[in-house]
């Protein structure tokens, strides 16, 4: 009920005048989705928070609409962990769902996105538009589409709680994860995926990974913005003119359990963790283009996800 509260609050014309029309998914949709996540009331997402809390029932209601299924009564997944700071455990919720495949729905593809943000800080709320209000939007999106253009395999879809704790949510999942751990075969993580000044979005993930270069080569050939490999070389700056992502968000865990995984994120540098991080201040059409982006990557890791897998079969 509260999702819907806060839905009818969004202006369906609001969100067409911003969306440009994509025939893959309701970008419109997206949009009020996004700014929903990245609202003032949602108080920075920040773990073990109201805001945390007001965020994540959101992501259930969209789960349930977007064709998502539970595994078991409920999406919620709880956990506990140990900060840095305090030797108290920390009480998070992951939110998880799943869309079975029509061919060999005993095999999984990961697709997530991390929903909590930083919360409020000297009474400024972090709002988190990009990181990751924009990821946790595209999972709607992307279940959407696939509610009715059924995989070959099994998708789960994977809102992680924690991520600015140091991936906390995807490790605790892993560690416990509701199917067998060998049939999950991929991830596909989104974090920071709707603002670039360029504008470019990267794949991380295949030096760890060759055999995704070939699939995600595939999908650069027809996606709808500029999708390059980047980011992954160790080192940092000023030794390398680049960060390193390679460790940077939740696939890093999946990679650690020796399940490929690509990351697609922005160069976001100039808003990332500031609170000038809104709604207002995303790239729209970058951002339909790059929900439109991860989409293709999931298709293209379904299609290909028998090479895939023999990879994952030989670690």
Do not use: C
């Amino acid at each position: 009920m509260l999702a819907i509260a806060i839905l009818t609050a969004i202006t369906p014309s609001f969100a067409r005048q911003l969306a440009r029309k994509s025939s893959l998914i309701d970008s419109a949709a997206l949009l009020d989705d996004l700014k929903i996540l990245s609202a003032d009331n949602m108080e920075g997402r920040l773990v073990n928070s109201p805001g945390g809390e007001k965020a994540r029932a959101f992501v259930v209601e969209r789960f349930r609409a977007s064709g998502v299924q539970p595994f078991g009564s409920s999406y919620l997944e709880p956990f506990t962990f140990t900060g840095r700071r305090s030797s108290t455990p920390t009480p998070a919720v992951n939110v998880i769902g799943h869309i079975d495949g029509s061919r060999s729905p005993q095999r999984y593809i990961v697709v997530s996105a991390h929903y909590d943000h930083i919360g409020v800080r000297n009474g400024q709320v972090f709002n988190g538009a990009d990181d990751n209000a924009s990821g946790t939007a595209a999972l709607f999106a992307i279940a959407k589409y696939f509610s009715t253009h059924k995989p070959q395999n099994s998708l789960i879809f994977a809102a992680f709680d924690a991520e600015e704790s140091g991936d906390r949510g995807s490790a605790a999942w892993l560690s416990a994860p509701p199917v067998d751990i060998a049939s999950i075969i991929a991830d596909v993580n989104m974090d920071m995926i709707g603002r670039d000044p360029d504008p470019k979005l990267f794949a991380v993930g295949t030096k760890a990974n060759p055999v995704l270069k070939p699939i995600l080569e595939e999908v650069m050939a027809t996606a709808p913005v500029k999708l390059l490999f980047g980011h992954e070389t160790p080192g940092g700056k000023p030794e390398t003119p680049e960060e390193d992502w390679s460790r940077s968000s939740d696939h890093f865990s999946f990679q650690k359990a020796n399940i490929p995984a690509v990351y697609l994120g922005d160069e976001d540098f100039a808003q990332h963790h500031k609170a000038t991080d809104k709604f207002e201040t995303m790239s729209f059409d970058f951002y339909i283009g790059a929900a439109e982006t991860a989409l293709l990557t999931v298709q293209a890791f379904d299609k290909h996800l028998d090479e895939i897998a023999r990879v994952r079969a030989s670690h």
